[in-house]
């Protein structure tokens, strides 16, 4: 008896030691399990249902954290963590899930700006069971999208994002908020019949078998006509989502009327999404059209880096000037990505990691604000330094990030970025010059408009002067969420090799076997 208890013992530990545990199904799936028992807590107020979600997303993030860290070897190119189940059979359906280089840095962050954002929605009190198992919805939705190795399952949870983000938007928004919630479905639904068309497409091309499977797309190839289609197809669903100019106007829109623990998935996370499809994609799916479009991407990036920075200058909102400030800092990824360089692809990754972090903590930053003064516009705002001297500081601290200060993550990234352009073989030397200067305009708008920002908010003497003026600075939650972005922030600054240790040797991989 003691020996089959010991042999039992044994097998269980090696099913979770090694990697026959099925790791990223329970990942993916267990946000939204846990999240659907919700609605059957019992009604002591909103407490326990703020705690039963901040300890399903921590314990999600454990989970991640875990079996990354102990299953995953990082110097290894290849999927790993490797899953797949026959789900329909009639279609030859997988459940096929993975995780390699460039997927493992978006599944962190998902997991801790996720958290982070569910301790955000803590003042929250209106129909909070609903609110917090749509941003559990999200969560294992943006995990699978992540780690989906089948195109079919990549759309299935890419589009699990929209009907929560709709729920989010319209119910929990702003005065204008079914407006923009409209707008967002459009856009976003819109987009996704191209992702469709393109995922049937490619699955169903050139074989009596159709395949979906992320494998063996990489090795197949197709008339560049043929290609160039798909990837029109492909880049107009990602454009949408990343934004690219000009089918980013849902953005601004969204943003200004969401809840700020909304903003923080939709920028920290959910724009992310459409830059991992198009490098996933478009650009390891696709690489002779990628190759062929490359040049426009550039062109498009660094036009939409000037044109972002100019018009989040003339915002009267203050969550409308952050989210067109993203918008430019997405100009940075695109160039990246059509630079086809080392240190352009791998800029891009960071600059997807980093942005992903101070877009979470501006929004953040300025829900919190919005909280004590309950005003959107900058021109009614001034004089909150002296009052809320805390979120001052975090607001400073942050703003001179997203400006890209040397010792933060974002000067890294856009200097890498910067590097990849100048190093690239593909384009002149006078398209570089030109490359180089547009971003360097960018780069200068950046900090007119951020500066301008914190002088509206924190400087001046209108609300001090404003009768019945008190307000109460950061609290322990706020000071909480607000130091755990900023660390890793100044963190990858200065170390960024951090992150870049993750994907380097998956970005070596894509440029190796499609470019040289």
Sequence with gaps: MIFLSTG?????YLVFTMNYFPWLTIIVLFPI???????????RGNKVIRWYSLCICVLELLLITYALSYHFQFEDPLIQLSEGYKWIDIFDFYWRLGVDGLSIGPILLTGFITTLATLGAWPLTRDSRLFHFLMLAMYSGQIGSFSSRDLLLFFIMWELE?????????????KKRLYSATKFILYTAGSSVFLLIGVLGIGLYGSNEPTLNFELLTNQSYPIALEIIFYIGFLIAFAVKLPIIPLHTWLPDTHGEAHYSTCMLLAGILLKMGAYGLIRINMELLPHAHSIFSPWLIAVGTIQIIYAASTSFGQRNLKKRIAYSSVSHMGFIIIGIGSITDPGLNGAILQIISHGFIGAALFFLAGTSYDRMRLVYLDEMGGMAISIPKIFTMFSILSMASLALPGMSGFVAEFIVFFGIISSQKYFLIEKILITFGMAIGIILTPIYSLSMLRQIFYGYKLINAQNFSFFDSGPRELFVSISILLPVIGIGIYPDFVLSLSSDKVEAILSNFFY
């Design 33 to 43: 399990s846990a999240g659907s028992f919700i609605f059957f807590l019992p009604h």
């Design 162 to 174: 929209l009907i929560p983000v709709y729920l989010l938007l319209s119910m929990w928004g702003g």
């Design 8 to 12: 039992f013992l044994v097998q269980v």
